[in-house]
Structure formats: structure tokens, C-alpha cells
């Protein structure tokens, strides 16, 4: 991997990690979950970069793709149990990372799990394990905690402006015999629930990414297409977004975005979640993999500067 390269993936983790400490002070009961998605990309922006995705705040059994609505108005319970997901790109190189909080201390084990989970296995890759060994270490990890996985959610491999590229990196115990490859760039990311163990797709999604552009007759789907090409590219984009920057109307928001779904344009990425009344909890970090060995990218930026 070029050095240049490897210094655009660095700069993506630093801001992200900024971008964390700034949400975790932002986050506290009663916040509005809208005003607090719109100031983290803000501060993305801020920083240099740009977001690689709308930043995800999924609610308890919500274990991910839920980020606010334009016009949504809830707010952070001292119960709840919120994944905060936040991917940062510069030129398109991408880290992506997540943590949870709560202000429930009945939902601290939960939290911990995930986090004991994540650490172990990135404690693991200076050794190169299979994916099925990093898998078997989060899932024994987390079960430890008597919680289980989300099975069928697993970490990712990153490529430029793709941000779940193959491989697919599994959360459970596999005979899975592939290894982490040099020059590639990865995301691990265990999910730890009291529900179920596996995760379903629910009717609503307000974020959505290019799949295949092509010529559409309604004028507002044109709009929109034509900004997210130029815009997000291949990166997954939230409804929000479009309402803030290209003014439009909730009428034609929703006209456009039918149409491009329709089209296959577009496609959605409902909101995933387990069982209601469970509660999950996420952890993740990104890294590559240089010549030099395992570069993990979300962490204070002094310290990843030294490296
Ligand atoms: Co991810």
C-alpha cells in the first residue's frame, strides 16, 4: 500500500476518533438524536474530510442502519441502549468505527462484552488468524458475558469509496480458513444482544446508496441522482441529507426516492433489528494491513502519529 494512501486511511481513523470523543460529550439523556447526527457530520466536515456514511444512532433491539429522519424529533432516554456507527472518509479511504452508551447501568455488562470482544480480537492480528479463530474469540468472548452474537452480522473488508467491501468477516465460530491480506484495509465489528442472536429487516430505511445510475423521467429523481453521483458516489447516503442540501420538499423527496428505488437506481438499507424489547450493543475499529504490519486506524491521533 502506498504511503500516501496509508496517510489518507490515517487521517480518516483521527478525525473519526475525534469525532467520537465530540459525540460521547454530545450524547447525554434528553439529546435530540437529529441535531446531534447533523453536528457530528458537521464536525467531520469541519475537520477536513467527509462522512462515509450517514452517521448510524440505532436504538436499542436496533443494531444498525437507523440514523434520524429529516423531521424526527426523538431523543436519547437515560434507558436506552444506542450504538453510535460513524464511518469518515478522506478522497475516499475510508475508517469506520463504532461504540454504544448508555446511562443504564443495567446495560453496562452488555456494552462491555462488545468491547472485551472487539479488543481480543484486535489483540489477535499481529499474529495472523484465520477469520474463523477471530470469529470463535468474539463469539466465546461475548458468551462469556451470557450474551450472544448477532450472527448474521459480521465485519468488512473497506475499499475506496466501497464501504462494506468483501470480505466478509465473521463474529462467530467458522471453519473459515481465509487471512487478513496485506495492502487491504478491514473493519471488525462484534454485536452483542439479549435478544435472539440474529437480525432482521424491518419495513423502514432512510438510507440509501447508488447501485446502478440510468436515465429516469421524473424530474425529481433526475435531481437527486445526479447530486448523489457527483456527491456520495457509491457511499450510502441519508434522506436528511438531500432535504438540507438540495431543499427539497417532502412531496418530492418521497416521489424521487420511489422512483430510483423503483428503478433500481438505488437501493435502501432498512433498518436492522432483533427481537423487540432485546438490546443490542456494537464495538468496532478499522485497520490495515502494510508491509510494516497491522495499522489499526480509529485512536488518538498523537499516538496514531507515532506509529
Ligand atoms: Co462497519
Same mark, same amino acid.
Given at each position: 500500500?502506498?504511503?500516501?494512501?496509508?496517510?489518507?486511511?490515517?487521517?480518516?481513523?483521527?478525525?473519526?476518533?475525534?469525532?467520537?470523543?465530540?459525540?460521547?460529550? !454530545?450524547?447525554?439523556?434528553?439529546?435530540?438524536?437529529?441535531?446531534? #447526527?447533523?453536528?457530528?457530520?458537521?464536525?467531520?466536515? %469541519?475537520? +477536513? #474530510?467527509?462522512?462515509?456514511?450517514?452517521?448510524?444512532?440505532?436504538?436499542?433491539?436496533?443494531?444498525?442502519?437507523?440514523?434520524?429522519?429529516?423531521?424526527?424529533?426523538? !431523543?436519547?432516554?437515560?434507558?436506552?441502549?444506542?450504538?453510535?456507527?460513524?464511518?469518515?472518509?478522506?478522497? +475516499?479511504?475510508?475508517?469506520?468505527?463504532?461504540?454504544?452508551? @448508555?446511562? #443504564?447501568?443495567?446495560?453496562?455488562?452488555?456494552?462491555?462484552?462488545?468491547?472485551?470482544?472487539?479488543?481480543?480480537?484486535?489483540?489477535?492480528?499481529?499474529?495472523?488468524?484465520?477469520?474463523?479463530?477471530? *470469529?470463535?474469540?468474539?463469539?466465546?468472548?461475548?458468551?462469556?458475558?451470557?450474551?450472544?452474537?448477532?450472527?448474521?452480522?459480521?465485519?468488512?473488508?473497506?475499499?475506496?469509496?466501497?464501504?462494506?467491501?468483501?470480505?466478509?468477516?465473521?463474529?462467530?465460530?467458522?471453519?473459515?480458513?481465509? &487471512?487478513?491480506?496485506?495492502?487491504?484495509?478491514?473493519?471488525?465489528?462484534?454485536?452483542?444482544?439479549? *435478544?435472539? +442472536?440474529?437480525?432482521?429487516?424491518?419495513?423502514?430505511?432512510?438510507?440509501?446508496?447508488?447501485?446502478?445510475?440510468?436515465?429516469?423521467?421524473?424530474?425529481?429523481? &433526475?435531481?437527486?441522482?445526479?447530486?448523489?453521483?457527483?456527491?456520495?458516489? @457509491?457511499?450510502?447516503?441519508?434522506?436528511?441529507?438531500?432535504?438540507?442540501?438540495? %431543499?427539497?420538499?417532502?412531496?418530492?423527496?418521497?416521489?424521487?426516492?420511489?422512483?430510483?428505488?423503483?428503478?433500481?437506481?438505488?437501493?435502501?438499507?432498512?433498518?436492522?433489528?432483533?427481537?423487540? *424489547?432485546?438490546?443490542?450493543?456494537?464495538?468496532?475499529?478499522?485497520?490495515?494491513?502494510?508491509?510494516?504490519?497491522?495499522?489499526?486506524?480509529?485512536?488518538?491521533?498523537?499516538?496514531?502519529?507515532?506509529?
Amino acid at each position: 500500500m502506498e504511503k500516501e494512501i496509508i496517510e489518507k486511511y490515517r487521517k480518516a481513523g483521527c478525525i473519526l476518533y475525534e469525532a467520537q470523543v465530540y459525540a460521547k460529550k !454530545m450524547l447525554k439523556p434528553n439529546a435530540n438524536l437529529f441535531e446531534c #447526527a447533523e453536528k457530528i457530520e458537521e464536525f467531520i466536515v %469541519k475537520k +477536513g #474530510a467527509k462522512p462515509a456514511f450517514p452517521v448510524n444512532l440505532s436504538i436499542n433491539e436496533n443494531a444498525a442502519h437507523q440514523t434520524p429522519d429529516w423531521n424526527e424529533k426523538t !431523543m436519547l432516554n437515560e434507558e436506552d441502549v444506542l450504538k453510535v456507527d460513524i464511518g469518515v472518509h478522506v478522497d +475516499g479511504y475510508i475508517a469506520d468505527g463504532a461504540f454504544t452508551i @448508555t446511562y #443504564a447501568d443495567k446495560h453496562r455488562k452488555l456494552i462491555e462484552a462488545c468491547e472485551e470482544a472487539l479488543k481480543k480480537a484486535f489483540d489477535m492480528l499481529p499474529k495472523d488468524p484465520t477469520f474463523g479463530e477471530i *470469529g470463535k474469540t468474539i463469539e466465546e468472548t461475548i458468551a462469556a458475558y451470557g450474551f450472544k452474537v448477532v450472527q448474521n452480522l459480521s465485519g468488512h473488508g473497506l475499499a475506496r469509496y466501497i464501504q462494506h467491501a468483501p470480505p466478509s468477516i465473521p463474529n462467530i465460530a467458522k471453519n473459515d480458513s481465509r &487471512r487478513f491480506e496485506e495492502g487491504h484495509a478491514y473493519a471488525i465489528e462484534p454485536f452483542a444482544t439479549t *435478544g435472539d +442472536g440474529y437480525v432482521r429487516e424491518s419495513g423502514k430505511a432512510n438510507i440509501f446508496a447508488l447501485e446502478e445510475p440510468r436515465a429516469v423521467r421524473n424530474s425529481y429523481a &433526475r435531481r437527486i441522482l445526479a447530486f448523489v453521483e457527483e456527491h456520495y458516489k @457509491t457511499l450510502p447516503f441519508a434522506e436528511r441529507w438531500l432535504v438540507r442540501e438540495l %431543499k427539497l420538499s417532502e412531496f418530492a423527496l418521497k416521489i424521487g426516492i420511489k422512483n430510483l428505488l423503483r428503478e433500481k437506481c438505488i437501493k435502501a438499507y432498512p433498518i436492522l433489528h432483533d427481537k423487540p *424489547g432485546s438490546f443490542v450493543s456494537q464495538a468496532e475499529n478499522s485497520f490495515i494491513k502494510s508491509e510494516k504490519g497491522i495499522v489499526k486506524l480509529v485512536g488518538p491521533c498523537a499516538e496514531l502519529a507515532k506509529k
